[in-house]
Each structure stands twice: as structure tokens, then as C-alpha cells.
């Protein structure tokens, strides 16, 4: 196995979809709502829902008097009215929608109930879940189909492909597929080993079959997943897939180390974990090059921890890479035009979050910012900043 640390990644994924931070004309509205998984619970998530987007039309109204309501609430009826989409709910749901754009993202971590119009999205409660470090894809594959997976350290979820990514091998090849491919018959379901009927040439047109089908799988998942995110990919395969795909990716993002078991013959927990256990050690060493690129840093002055430096630096757009500690406020309020930063009580009124404004800035200058748990911090105040000069 290669070092983890050897594999440079462009992280991308950390990073909030640009059209929901671009300028754009308002009203811009945002609602975000906690979301409960499994039946019976789950059914009260499209009430929770109907409600939070009267809400959304309260403060239209009231922000927005002389504007009509009714273009900019009809997705999000339609989505309440949605059962397939309810059926199937994660942790956390953010909607966004405004009269150019309607963005529905389904969440692995729970988010606070919100709902508002605004003259730009609201978008902090999105941007600590999109930075955190330790997100990663699984591709699962085998001869003829593939499955595709998000997760974190403790959650790993099924997504549906992007439009273009070829699910099955009749997707990917259509008619170029050879009729020795359609003699293949498949038992156990759709994670099992292919079993050939007739030797020799027939079982050379399925491994070249395979080969383009692989090929196609790559080419869509590097355009669709890999570019988008950023994410590191797992591969998910028997060891002679696992083979043959290392063979003929070209995706950057692919890593190494692997899953190499039948993804079929495995829970989302099993998966999960082993999917973890692979990419725990890129996760690390990315994560120790970033701590020791930190130290460098502050030992040549480029780099603090020091909240107040951190805010004056972020607002000349020096902040290259902001490190946001997990789960860490810090109440206060900070100048975006002097970088002067002030302090707060917790609870106190209209109190800000300075590490969530401070992310907000550097994203926004460029920088990329990134979510770290407290126990692997390089710093003790919640924030470790490195700068480009």
C-alpha cells in the first residue's frame, strides 16, 4: 500500500456549492429542519416541514411586502407533498430556494430548525457539515452494476448516482454490449460473482466487457463525484475487481486501500466500518501534514491561533487554510471591513458565533476551511490559521 500522505488531494468537497454562495437576487430563502430516520418516527418530518415553510412565507411577507410569494413557495409545497422523497430521510434537511435556483440537500448530521427570507442564503449551519475533514465516498461495484455511498467517521449513507453515471452494465455499454454479456447469468442477487455459460471467446467478450464497463463507471464518477466533492473514493469489490479498476482508473480521488469484499454480502454498518478502516489512515496523515504545516507556519510567522491576528489576517485575505475546531463557540461579533473582533456572552442578544464568521470570511476570500475534532486540534483556542504571505 502506497503512503496515505502521498496522496494529494484538492479538497474541494470542503467547500459549499458555488451557487448557493454566489450573488444573486433576492429574496433568497433558507430553511433548515432536524430530520428523524425509521418509521414511525419519520412521519412527522413533512409536518415539521409544512410548518417551517409558513414560516418561510411569514417572513416574505414581512421582509418582502410588495413581493408575490407564490413562485418562490411552490417547490417548496411541491416537496412537502413529495412521499418518495420523505421516505427516505437522513439526519437533517436544508432547502434553498430563490428565483433562479431550488436546492434540496439531504444531511448526515442533525442541523437547528430554521426557516427564513433573506437578501442572501444562510448558509452556517451547512458550512461546518461540508468542512468537515473526515467525509469520504464508497463506490461499490461489481461486474455489472455499482452502488454509491457517503460517510463520516460514525455514518455512511447510500446517494443516488448523478445524472450520467451508468448504474448498470446496459447503461454503460447499451447496444456495444456483447450477446456473450447477455448469456451471463447472476445468482444471489446483485452483489454476487457472475456465473459464465460457454468457454473461451464468450468469457473473453465479458472481461472486455467488464474492462469498458469499469472504464465508464471511472470516467462518470471522477466528472459527476470525485471533481465536485473533493471526497477521497473507497472502492468497495471482490479482489479481481479491485485489480482491474486500480488498472484502468484515471480519478485522483481513488485511494489505494480498500474494501475488498463483495459489497453484496455486506450491512451499511459492516460496510461502513471497513470503509473507516481504509480511510482512516489517509484521514490521519492528510490531517498530520496539515498540523505540521501549521507549526512550520507559526514558526515563521505565517500562522496563528490567536483569534484576534486570525480575524485581521482573514479580512486582507491572507487565511490560506482556516482549522475550525468541532463543536467549539466562540459568542462575539466580528468587523468584516477592520477585522476587529468583540466578545460576547453566551445567550446574550443577537449574538454571533466568531468561528463560524470567521470560516464564513475565509471561504468567501478563497481560503479553505476545515472542520477538526478537539482531540486532534494543533491549538487550544478552537481556530489554527496558516497564511498565504
Known amino acids: 500500500m502506497a503512503n496515505p500522505s502521498e496522496k494529494k488531494l484538492d479538497p474541494a468537497g470542503y467547500r459549499l456549492p458555488e451557487e448557493l454562495t454566489e450573488d444573486r437576487k433576492g429574496p433568497c430563502l433558507s430553511l433548515y429542519q432536524p430530520t428523524l430516520r425509521g418509521y414511525p418516527e419519520s412521519q412527522q418530518n413533512p409536518i415539521r416541514f409544512r410548518n417551517l ?11 418582502y411586502p410588495g413581493i408575490s410569494d407564490g413562485d418562490l413557495l411552490e417547490p417548496f409545497l411541491d416537496l412537502a407533498g413529495d ?12 432547502v434553498f430556494g430563490a428565483p433562479d435556483l431550488f436546492r434540496v440537500l439531504k444531511l448526515q448530521r442533525e ?26 465516498q464508497v463506490l461499490g461495484l461489481n461486474r455489472d452494476r455499482i452502488r454509491l455511498f457517503e460517510g463520516t467517521r460514525d455514518t455512511l449513507d447510500e446517494i443516488d448516482p448523478a445524472a450520467g453515471v451508468p448504474r448498470t452494465i446496459e447503461e454503460a455499454l447499451g447496444e456495444e454490449l456483447t450477446e456473450s454479456h447477455l448469456t451471463v447469468a447472476s445468482y444471489g442477487g446483485a452483489g454476487s460473482t457472475a456465473m459464465h455459460h460457454g468457454h473461451g471467446g464468450k468469457e473473453d467478450d465479458v472481461q472486455v466487457d467488464t474492462e469498458r464497463f469499469f472504464r465508464a463507471v471511472d470516467r462518470s464518477i471522477l466528472e459527476q463525484h470525485s471533481k465536485p466533492s473533493g471526497l477521497p473514493l473507497i472502492l ?13 482508473s484515471r480519478n485522483p480521488f481513488l485511494l489505494e486501500e480498500g474494501v475488498r469484499i463483495n459489497p453484496g454480502d455486506l450491512g451499511t454498518e459492516d460496510l461502513r466500518e471497513l470503509a473507516w478502516k481504509a480511510v482512516e489512515p489517509f484521514y490521519s496523515a492528510h490531517l498530520e501534514s496539515l498540523i505540521q504545516d501549521f507549526g512550520h507556519a507559526v514558526s515563521k510567522g505565517f500562522g496563528s491561533d490567536d483569534p484576534a491576528r486570525v480575524a485581521e489576517a482573514a479580512v486582507s485575505g491572507r487565511v490560506g ?5 468541532a463543536g467549539r463557540q466562540l ?18 442578544p443577537g449574538t454571533g458565533e466568531l468561528l463560524d464568521d470567521l470560516g464564513d470570511l475565509v471561504d468567501r476570500m478563497g481560503g479553505r476551511v476545515l472542520v477538526v475534532e478537539t482531540d486532534r486540534m494543533p491549538s487550544e483556542t478552537g481556530i489554527a490559521a496558516i497564511y498565504r504571505y
Open 53 to 63: 415553510v409558513r414560516d418561510l412565507q411569514a417572513s416574505i411577507e414581512a421582509k
Open 331 to 348: 459568542p462575539g461579533h466580528l468587523d468584516e471591513t477592520t477585522g476587529r473582533i468583540e466578545t460576547a456572552t453566551a445567550g446574550g
Open 321 to 325: 487554510t482556516l482549522m475550525i475546531e
Open 83 to 94: 412521499a418518495v422523497f420523505w421516505r427516505n430521510s437522513l439526519d437533517g434537511l436544508a
Open 236 to 248: 468497495a469489490a471482490l479482489p479481481e475487481h479491485h485489480s482491474l479498476f486500480q488498472k484502468v
Open 111 to 136: 442541523v437547528p430548525e430554521l426557516a427564513f427570507a433573506g437578501s442572501s442564503f444562510y448558509l452556517k449551519p451547512l458550512r461546518r457539515i461540508y468542512q468537515t475533514l473526515e467525509r469520504y
